[in-house]
């Protein structure tokens, strides 16, 4: 754990952070894919896979409140299962919120073209990476205090959203306006059955970022009971940020003429002619990627300060600043998530889409061994000494594993995410030789 003397996450930072990991680029933007893949069952979708998303986060939960770590599941890979999967893990989730924050960098440029559509995008992705790397480099209280604003933006403008397109639908003279739209154009599941299951990578991604409560549990304040806290608020999340405002855009406007390239609350807004609420929601977009971009570097550094505790990484990565921040770790992984400022340069527009697959497959390979650590916890620990028990265990963890599986095979299906699924092995391996070139150096079993 980081050093005991230096100042914590307090509780209301705790549950804004997870209140606003559920709310980034895969809600903002993505909705719009989802939405052009299964129509308005993409309700559905976000319903089951934040059932899923909840058995992840308990799974997860127990673990960290019977023994908080910085490591999150990575150290609990490592503890429960074994080094190998301590160092896959921990290197995949770094890997993964690498590409994250590469992919909510380079979405924070795009929604800036809503006002400033000739600004070179790997400029102000420069400029942007810069400023948040100052901000994760001071003090973690900084970075609290950063994610508790910027989430709170987030959710009053959700609520905000929900109200007046309530009042629109209702009271409004748009006479696109109007809750048949769920039903009408095709139906409910107006793509069928495949469109339903494709929804579902989108979906997954939109989810990414929410178990950071459980990295953020090694510097919280009494974290026993602020990670069940905030925990516990994952499905009332998922109902208001995903299924009410999806609900509310759908019923706004037919989702079939919803343009899904951009980020559907501006476009529906624009539209139906309130292009102030269209302006509104596109500065609230960017707060939501530049918040997840934030987030992002916190994680990756915690994690390879982690990997360094367990001698997965070089031991220069636990190196602590007197603020208590790892900022070799930190500044290793800025390093990297700057080659997005390089692919801004060459793909700017093609960058996108190749991201959101990598994150998909990685964010699911680091669930999957949540939830197998989650199991071998289970084998190796007194349920007595469990205070935060997992429902229906062990059916829920298995059930969610299927999930992920099915989710991996759907994505073999579709031309622009089969790529991430054959990468995924070759990433795999690379990580397997890293383990035993480091057993071989290190003389480690």
Not at 54 to 63: K, N, P, Q, T, V
Not at 343 to 362: E, G, H, W
Request: proline share 3%; with cysteine; charged share 10%.
């Amino acid at each position: 754990m980081l050093n005991n003397h230096i100042k914590r996450l307090t509780k209301a930072q705790v549950l804004m952070i997870a209140l606003g990991s559920a709310i980034g680029t895969g809600l903002f933007f993505g909705a719009g894919q989802s939405i052009s893949l299964a129509g308005p069952s993409i309700l559905l979708a976000y319903a089951v896979g934040g059932i899923i998303m909840y058995i992840i986060l308990r799974a997860l939960g127990e673990m960290t409140v019977h023994e908080p770590n910085v490591g999150s599941f990575s150290y609990y890979s490592y503890k429960y299962i074994g080094s190998f999967a301590g160092f896959i893990s921990g290197w995949n989730y770094w890997f993964l919120y690498i590409i994250v924050c590469m992919l909510e960098l380079t979405a924070s440029t795009m929604f800036l073209d809503f006002w400033f559509p000739t600004l070179s995008h790997w400029q102000v992705a420069l400029l942007i990476l810069s400023i948040f790397a100052i901000i994760n480099l001071l003090n973690v209280r900084y970075f609290g205090e950063f994610e508790f604003w910027f989430a709170g933006i987030k959710v009053l403008t959700i609520i905000a959203l929900i109200l007046l397109g309530l009042y629109l639908i209702f009271f409004g003279t748009n006479t696109n306006s109007h809750i048949n739209n769920l039903w009408q154009n095709g139906g409910f599941m107006a793509h069928g059955f495949k469109g339903f299951l494709m929804s579902f990578v989108v979906v997954v991604f939109s989810f990414g970022g929410t178990e950071l409560v459980g990295i953020t549990a090694g510097e919280a304040e009494n974290p026993q009971k602020n990670v069940p806290l905030a925990i516990n608020g994952v499905i009332f999340r998922i109902v208001i940020f995903y299924i009410a405002t999806l609900f509310i855009i759908m019923s706004l406007y037919p989702w079939n003429k919803i343009d899904g390239s951009v980020s559907p609350f501006v476009d529906v807004f624009t539209k139906i002619g309130i292009y102030k609420a269209a302006a509104v929601m596109n500065l609230v977009a960017i707060t939501a990627a530049l918040s997840s971009l934030n987030s992002g570097i916190y994680g990756t550094g915690r994690m390879l300060y982690n990997l360094g505790k367990q001698g997965n990484a070089i031991i220069l990565f636990t190196r602590l600043g007197k603020n208590g921040v790892p900022y070799i770790a930190t500044i290793f992984s800025v390093l990297f998530i700057m080659i997005a400022v390089i692919l801004n340069y060459l793909y700017p527009k093609q960058i996108f889409n190749i991201l959101l697959a990598v994150a998909t497959i990685a964010a699911i390979l680091n669930w999957i061994a949540i939830l197998i650590a989650q199991i071998s916890f289970r084998k190796k620990v007194d349920i007595r000494q469990i205070k935060y028990k997992m429902p229906l265990y062990p059916a829920s963890s298995i059930i969610a594993i299927i999930f992920f599986v099915l989710v991996i095979i759907t994505m073999l299906q579709m031309n622009n995410m089969k790529l991430a699924v054959y990468i995924a092995p070759a990433w795999l391996i690379t990580l397997s030789i890293g383990y035993l070139v480091r057993k071989k150096i290190f003389k480690q079993e």
